[in-house]
T-cell receptor
Framework: DTGVSQNPRHKITKRGQNVTFRCDPISEHNRLYWYRQTLGQGPEFLTYFQNEAQLEKSRLLSDRFSAERPKGSFSTLEIQRTEQGDSAMYLC?????????????FGPGTRLTVL | DAKTTQPPSMDCAEGRAANLPCNHSTISGNEYVYWYRQIHSQGPQYIIHGLKNNETNEMASLIITEDRKSSTLILPHATLRDTAVYYCIVRVASGGDMRFGAGTRLTVKP
């Protein structure tokens, strides 16, 4: 399968614990994006990378959220000291950006439940 | 990025064409119209995008009005598997984020 993959698919944690999600983009894609989606809402943009550079991070929800893409390939999203309000689907997408094309392809998501 | 307006829900009979409208009256000259859909519990799926000309691919057709203030996504022969939330998004090609609204919940009925 050559699509975007995310692991784990489901994560249940207790409030106050740290969690980390992984995203593996489509191999030739130079951009990688993270979104959050709560029930009944459309995805909400969090951050994105072009290669290993994080170009936008002001939309991360709080300083408990951080993301990395150390070698310009896979990416991780970490949430520290989780809260019940962090329960959501976390989506990753990737794209190959040109001047005329930049459609994003999404992974299946990681569903986080904070107890 | 320009804001879009879509009807919250629509129904369509199986085998008929589904026409999903989107208004984007504040679209800028360099902004594209993108359509995605999201089937329950899956990640959004790219459908099609366009700048000013009508576009067609194996999934759908995109009709953009001449003034570019609105567009219509057409699924020519809707099936039950097309039941999903459809999102219309306008953005520049080089942009980072996609700003999803509430979308249109399309229900295809037998």
């Amino acid at each position: 399968d050559t699509g975007v993959s995310q692991n784990p698919r489901h994560k249940i944690t207790k409030r106050g614990q740290n969690v980390t999600f992984r995203c593996d983009p489509i191999s030739e894609h130079n951009r990688l994006y993270w979104y959050r989606q709560t029930l009944g809402q459309g995805p909400e943009f969090l951050t994105y990378f072009q290669n290993e550079a994080q170009l936008e991070k002001s939309r991360l929800l709080s300083d408990r959220f951080s993301a990395e893409r150390p070698k310009g390939s896979f990416s991780t999203l970490e949430i520290q000291r989780t809260e019940q309000g962090d329960s959501a689907m976390y989506l990753c997408a990737s794209s190959f950006m040109t001047s005329r094309r930049n459609e994003q392809f999404f992974g299946p998501g990681t569903r986080l439940t904070v107890l | 990025d320009a804001k879009t307006t879509q009807p919250p829900s629509m129904d369509c009979a199986e085998g008929r064409a589904a026409n999903l409208p989107c208004n984007h009256s504040t679209i800028s000259g360099n902004e594209y119209v993108y359509w995605y859909r999201q089937i329950h519990s899956q990640g959004p799926q790219y459908i099609i995008h366009g700048l000013k000309n009508n576009e067609t691919n194996e999934m759908a057709s995109l009709i953009i009005t001449e003034d570019r203030k609105s567009s219509t996504l057409i699924l020519p022969h809707a099936t039950l598997r097309d039941t999903a939330v459809y999102y219309c998004i306008v953005r520049v090609a080089s942009g980072g984020d996609m700003r999803f609204g509430a979308g249109t919940r399309l229900t295809v009925k037998p």
